[in-house]
Each structure stands twice: as structure tokens, then as C-alpha cells.
């Protein structure tokens, strides 16, 4: 169960290499969290992950998960769930793709789509099912700003973000008096693994301080978080230009 100041006991994170989702329970072991489970592809770096996190005092335990075969999702997240409840499902897995490369190799394409919202919408459910037979937790999904509307630059990643973001916001609304908790977190630029040598786009952040906003957004029981929060006027304001004006911009 939730500690006394909203905080979960329990993790099960979806996509268990991923930097800002290992901030983030870092940040949660730290505050007492001490079961956790990283989901993913068997490889030496989620146990090394792992191995970090047991190393903060957290019993870490992993299990086998792969976005893209949905058909073992239930199987999966229904191990970990016969092992007691969950107060936390953060689905955190994602790729970005290579814009100018899988415009030319369409199967690319429908790996990224298929990986970030595919295999979000099969996992969510699952994941959501299951808090929903317990009577409690959340599930706190990994969204981004680039959703909010496709660039020109990386229509094929913002597409997919922009499935999940309206995916994971329709199963907050169907989910609402529950004692299911959905939460959308919307990141700008993070400087990662994944943007290692992209250029830095303006108020760029770093998976601490998503991990930070996530940790205040389940204290706040928040349902959409924006990292940095200046982020909320910008994409607002870009949501609103015209086409003909944004398709000017160095987007």
C-alpha cells in the first residue's frame, strides 16, 4: 500500500532500462519504496539495473517483457501481480526512431508505432485491469510534448506519442472512481541515452527532473504533469498556430 504521503511501497516499471524511468524509482526507493519489479527484454543491462537498486536497499526482482508481442503481456504483469499488489505501474518503454530513415523504410515505422503505442495500449490495459481487481494504485504513463503536435521533423515518433497520450487520458477518464490513478507525464527534450547527440531543444530537461515531477504529481494525485512545467504555455501556444505558419518554423 501507499504510504502516508501518496508515496508507493510497490513498482512494477514497464520497460525496466529506461533512464528516466530508473531515476524515478530511485528517487521512490529513497522514500521508502521497496519492492520493485523491472519489466523488459532480458539483457545485461536490466540486470545491471537491478543490481543497482538492490544496491539502495530495494528487493528488485525482474521479469521478461517485450512491447512488441502483446500476446504475452497478460501473462507477464499477471506474475507479478500473483506476487502481491502493485501501487505503481509506470510504463516507461519507447523508441524514438530515425525520422529521414524509416520515412523511406515504411516497416521502421510500424516498429516505432507498434512499440510506443501498440504495445502501450495492450500493456495499459492489462496493467490497468489488474490495479482495478486490487481496488488501488497508479499508473503513471510516459508521454511527450512531441505528441502534442507532429513536426515535421518527427511526425512518425510525435504520431505515436500523441496515440498514447489520448489512449492513456481515455483510460484515466474510464478508470475515474476506481481507486485506479492514471497519470499522464509529458516530457520536453530530455537529455538521455536516446537524444545522445541530437541538438538541444529550448528548456530541455534531464530524467531527475521528470523523476522529481513524477514524484510531486503522485503526491498531488496530478493527472497531467509537464516537465518543465513552462512547457504547458509553449505547446499551447504551438497547438494554436496556424499550418501555414508552422510549417515555417525550424521545427
Given at each position: 500500500?501507499?504510504?502516508?504521503?501518496?508515496?508507493?511501497?510497490?513498482?512494477?516499471?514497464?520497460?525496466?532500462?529506461?533512464?528516466?524511468?530508473?531515476?524515478?524509482?530511485?528517487?521512490?526507493?529513497?522514500?521508502?519504496?521497496?519492492?520493485?519489479?523491472?519489466?523488459?527484454?532480458?539483457?545485461?543491462?536490466?540486470?545491471?539495473?537491478?543490481?543497482?537498486?538492490?544496491?539502495?536497499?530495494?528487493?528488485?526482482?525482474?521479469?521478461?517483457?517485450?512491447?512488441?508481442?502483446?500476446?504475452?503481456?497478460?501473462?507477464?504483469?499477471?506474475?507479478?501481480?500473483?506476487?502481491?499488489?502493485?501501487?505503481?505501474?509506470?510504463?516507461?518503454?519507447?523508441?524514438?526512431?530515425?525520422?529521414?530513415?524509416?520515412?523511406?523504410?515504411p516497416l521502421n515505422a510500424v516498429r516505432v508505432a507498434q512499440t510506443n503505442y501498440t504495445g502501450a495500449v495492450s500493456a495499459?490495459?492489462?496493467?490497468?485491469?489488474?490495479?482495478?481487481?486490487?481496488?488501488?494504485?497508479?499508473?503513471?504513463?510516459?508521454?511527450?510534448?512531441?505528441?502534442?503536435?507532429?513536426?515535421?521533423?518527427?511526425?512518425?515518433?510525435?504520431?505515436?506519442?500523441?496515440?498514447?497520450?489520448?489512449?492513456?487520458?481515455?483510460?484515466?477518464?474510464?478508470?475515474?472512481?476506481?481507486?485506479?490513478?492514471?497519470?499522464?507525464?509529458?516530457?520536453?527534450?530530455?537529455?538521455?541515452?536516446?537524444?545522445?547527440?541530437?541538438?538541444?531543444?529550448?528548456?530541455?530537461?534531464?530524467?531527475?527532473?521528470?523523476?522529481?515531477?513524477?514524484?510531486?504529481?503522485?503526491?498531488?494525485?496530478?493527472?497531467?504533469?509537464?516537465?518543465?512545467?513552462?512547457?504547458?504555455?509553449?505547446?499551447s501556444a504551438v497547438r494554436h498556430l496556424p499550418r501555414t505558419v508552422f510549417r515555417r518554423l525550424p521545427v
Amino acid at each position: 500500500m501507499k504510504d502516508a504521503f501518496g508515496l508507493p511501497q510497490s513498482l512494477l516499471v514497464l520497460g525496466g532500462t529506461s533512464e528516466i524511468a530508473l531515476a524515478t524509482v530511485r528517487r521512490l526507493v529513497a522514500r521508502r519504496a521497496r519492492t520493485v519489479w523491472l519489466a523488459g527484454r532480458p539483457s545485461p543491462a536490466l540486470e545491471a539495473a537491478a543490481e543497482q537498486l538492490r544496491g539502495l536497499g530495494a528487493e528488485v526482482r525482474t521479469v521478461a517483457f517485450d512491447a512488441l508481442e502483446p500476446e504475452s503481456h497478460e501473462a507477464a504483469l499477471g506474475k507479478v501481480f500473483a506476487e502481491g499488489d502493485i501501487d505503481l505501474v509506470l510504463l516507461a518503454f519507447g523508441v524514438l526512431g530515425d525520422q529521414a530513415h524509416d520515412e523511406r523504410e515504411p516497416l521502421n515505422a510500424v516498429r516505432v508505432a507498434q512499440t510506443n503505442y501498440t504495445g502501450a495500449v495492450s500493456a495499459g490495459l492489462v496493467a490497468a485491469r489488474s490495479l482495478q481487481a486490487q481496488g488501488h494504485g497508479s499508473l503513471v504513463v510516459l508521454s511527450s510534448v512531441a505528441g502534442e503536435r507532429a513536426r515535421r521533423a518527427n511526425f512518425i515518433y510525435g504520431s505515436s506519442k500523441a496515440g498514447l497520450d489520448a489512449f492513456a487520458q481515455g483510460l484515466g477518464d474510464a478508470l475515474h472512481g476506481t481507486g485506479v490513478h492514471v497519470m499522464v507525464v509529458r516530457p520536453g527534450f530530455v537529455r538521455s541515452r536516446m537524444t545522445e547527440g541530437m541538438a538541444e531543444a529550448p528548456l530541455a530537461t534531464t530524467p531527475e527532473a521528470v523523476a522529481t515531477a513524477i514524484e510531486l504529481g503522485l503526491r498531488r494525485r496530478s493527472e497531467t504533469v509537464w516537465v518543465p512545467g513552462a512547457l504547458r504555455v509553449v505547446m499551447s501556444a504551438v497547438r494554436h498556430l496556424p499550418r501555414t505558419v508552422f510549417r515555417r518554423l525550424p521545427v
